[in-house]
């Protein structure tokens, strides 16, 4: 008998994109564009972070006309973002059939207290996480796929260094503490026991864990895998620069050889002007995506 | 003996922790003198355009064709791996890349979309009792060419063939505790 939609088959999904980028696009254009360059996904939106942050007021799901259209131009999976706790947005994206959905900050949250229960779904989800508790928060209501949550739309790689460096660290930490130790920081961390002994078994996140959140180069990549990421989600770096075909390509290249630098060295060239990129303190604490859904 | 995994893009760190459990020596390849040293190669499940892209960048596909078409290296491909492998793709984009090493015909995404992936209990050539099969955004075998063996099948077509020292599933046995496929390769291995 065939079961459709168990935890294995929605984790397996996001394992099959490790080493690969993820990237976004609003045009079947640029879908095209992202599949040629070897993108292992696309994400299907209205917006990059980056105008969605300029635009200001609610940003929703994504048209189901566009997804449609992402959907019948390339061959590899599309995923689009829902509202956080949006369980009928997310509802409408697994009838259209979309391969994965992003719960996502980037979008205005559309329940301040609660996540959707993404067990009830057959499509996987990913969401984003600043720190183990948050990652494991967002697993146990479902998630099949974690990644930083960075700070969107910024072109700033700082946040995704700080949230991919924490997580690390956290685990870590868990490796290093007996059983009734661990009791007291799945308290603090408002996860269960049960959670913190898988990870210490298995020594990392019980499913894969990319970096998102202001990676805008080749370099930066590369970092977020060196500091321990599975893939990569580029949001407005690649079609907010001066020449995306190549950008894409690089970055792609850069996630591959993250460890060789000679291979970094030559795909850095001549990628023209980057997008420009957003200082955190210009940031004010409302305008600050990472904050929501915690 | 080594046996490599093709370290490109995809599930590669399963194949690895499933071959260290088979007792070989398990290696990451990247590129073509890493692929000089093993006697056997999987390719891994991933995406079939990026994984066909790159290697054909760094020169590893034409490695991996003539080596194993001299019958020095034994094949595995596993989901996005048989689209590597087959030599007939009935609905590739354009220029999908392909090494083309076996008699195949295959399908992408055969039973739908991720929603439509499954899991499901299947007999595979002469294993004593069933082993499950995680399919995910599977692609299945539509036709085989001459002398290709068929090990397994499900009512949508054929999931499993061999031939020689090629070795193709649709779907993961990286992803289950069973190690029952990849010591089915390293005995295959042996014999190169």
């Not at chain 1, 490790?18 to 879908?31: C, H, L, P, S, W």
């Not at chain 1, 719960?103 to 984003?128: M, R, W």
């Not at chain 1, 007996?178 to 996140?205: F, P, Q």
């Not at chain 1, 001066?242 to 460890?259: F, G, M, N, R, S």
């Amino acid at each position: 008998m065939k079961e459709q939609g168990t935890f294995r088959v929605k984790k397996g999904m996001a394992q099959m994109q490790k080493g690969g980028v993820i990237m976004d696009v609003t045009t079947v254009e640029q879908a095209r564009i992202a599949e040629k360059a070897g993108a292992v996904a696309v994400m299907a939106l209205e917006r990059v972070p980056a105008d969605i942050r300029a635009a200001g007021g609610v940003a929703r799901m994504a048209d189901p006309e566009m997804v449609l259209k992402i959907m019948d131009a390339v061959t590899i999976p599309v995923m689009a973002k829902v509202r956080i706790g949006h369980l009928a947005e997310a509802q409408i994206l697994e009838e259209l059939g979309v391969d994965y959905i992003d719960e996502s900050e980037v979008l205005t949250p559309a329940d301040e207290q609660y996540h959707i229960n993404k067990h009830l779904f057959k499509v996987p989800f990913v969401c984003g996480a600043r720190n183990l508790g948050e990652a494991l928060r967002r697993i146990s209501e479902g998630a099949a796929m974690i990644r930083t949550k960075g700070e969107p739309g910024t072109g700033n790689v700082v946040e995704a260094v700080r949230h991919m460096r924490k997580v690390m660290d956290e685990i870590r930490q868990v490796l290093g503490k007996i059983d009734d130790e661990l009791v007291v920081m799945a308290k603090e961390m408002g996860v269960s026991l049960e959670m913190l002994k898988e990870v210490k078994n298995a020594g990392c996140l019980p499913v894969v864990n990319f970096a998102a959140g202001g990676i805008a180069s080749p370099a930066d990549a590369s970092l977020m895998m060196q500091l321990g990421s599975d893939g990569i989600f580029v949001g407005s770096g690649i079609f907010k620069s001066e020449k995306p075909e190549i950008v894409a390509e690089a970055i792609v290249q850069a996630t591959l050889h993250y460890d060789d630098p000679k291979i970094l060295a030559k795909v850095s060239k001549g990628l023209g002007e980057a997008m420009p990129g957003l200082e955190m303190s210009s940031l004010a604490e409302a305008d600050r995506m990472q904050e929501r859904g915690i | 003996m080594k046996i490599g995994v093709l370290s490109v893009q995809g599930a590669v760190s399963e194949h690895l922790d499933h071959l260290i459990r088979c007792g070989v020596e398990a290696v990451a390849v990247k590129n073509i003198s890493m692929l000089d040293e093993v006697r056997g190669l999987i390719l891994p499940g991933g995406e079939s355009t990026t994984i066909g892209k790159l290697i054909e960048i760094f020169g590893l596909a034409e490695s991996i064709k003539k080596r194993s078409l001299e019958g020095s290296l034994a094949v595995f491909g596993t989901c996005a791996g048989m689209i590597l492998m087959a030599r007939d793709i009935s609905d590739g984009i354009d220029e999908q890349p392909r090494l083309g090493l076996l008699d195949i015909k295959v399908k992408r995404n055969a039973f739908g979309r991720q929603r439509e992936s499954f899991e499901t209990e299947l007999e595979f050539d002469s294993f004593g009792y069933p082993l499950v099969g995680v399919f995910i955004r599977a692609p299945i075998i539509e036709k085989t060419g001459e002398n290709v063996e068929i090990l397994a099948k499900l009512p949508e077509g054929i999931i499993a063939a061999k031939k020689d020292n090629l070795l193709t599933t649709s779907f993961h046995p990286e992803l289950t505790d069973d190690i029952r496929v990849h010591q089915y390769f390293v005995e295959m291995c042996k014999r190169v």
